[in-house]
């Protein structure tokens, strides 16, 4: 298994720009979400999803889009690049459920964005 | 809003035990307390979680007060390599399923040799 692929890893734009971040996960994981993590901050939710077709926003949704067509595979658009949208992005899965609450979730290694 | 307080920063000498508190005074009963950890600027890591019995895995102990206001963790022996940002978050699970992990700033745990 692969766990949580995250790509690119580093990416620079300038402002105005779109892009998407993709993440993929090969462990039939019907939760996935995003976050994102300013320097000397914890993460913040974007946007998550419970599954196919499902998606809904987190805590800071604006400027960014989301869809879920398969199981695997979650991607981030951002719509028109901002200098404060620079961060670095975490993508997540994990089951939905689990027997006694526990449903751990595993991170990708996260991208590296920079909006110039 | 994260729903826990933890302190922003700790010690611990290395091979001692490392205890983190983490408040979270306004738990609900189908809320779990669960832990991450953040090692430099990669992506967090699950370490353990718990309702409301201690719990204990490879990695940690999770102790939970019976009125579930307060919990602390416990690495036994830490080592240099447990230097993390700890976090401390209640979630909350049900039939429609799980709530999304909400992060806090947690607490930086500095293991020092």
């Known amino acids: 298994n692969a766990g949580v692929t995250q790509t690119p890893k580093f990416q620079v734009l300038k402002t105005g720009q779109s892009m998407t971040l993709q993440c993929a996960q090969d462990m039939n994981h019907e939760y996935m979400s995003w976050y994102r993590q300013d320097p000397g901050m914890g993460l913040r939710l974007i946007h998550y999803s419970v599954g196919a077709g499902i998606t809904d926003q987190g805590e800071v949704p604006n400027g960014y889009n989301v869809s879920r067509s398969t199981t695997e595979d979650f991607p981030l658009r951002l719509l028109s690049a901002a200098p404060s949208q620079t961060s670095v992005y975490f993508c997540a899965s994990s089951y939905s459920r689990h027997a006694g609450g526990g449903a751990e979730a595993f991170f990708g290694q996260g991208t590296r964005l920079t909006v110039v | 809003d994260a729903k826990t307080t933890q302190p922003t920063s700790m010690d611990c000498a290395e091979g001692r035990a490392a205890n983190l508190p983490c408040n979270h005074s306004?738990?609900?009963?189908?809320?779990?307390v669960y832990w991450y950890r953040q090692i430099h600027s990669q992506g967090p890591q699950y370490i353990i979680h718990g309702l409301k019995n201690n719990e204990t895995n490879e990695m940690a102990s999770l102790i939970i007060t019976e009125d579930r206001k307060s919990s602390t963790l416990i690495l036994p022996h830490a080592t240099l390599r447990d230097t993390a940002v700890y976090y401390c978050?209640?979630?909350?699970?049900?039939?429609?399923?799980?709530?999304?992990?909400?992060f806090g700033k947690g607490t930086r745990l500095s293991v020092i040799a």
């Open positions: 978050i209640v979630r909350a699970t049900g039939l429609s399923g799980n709530t999304p992990l909400v």
């Open positions: 306004t738990i609900s009963g189908n809320e779990y």
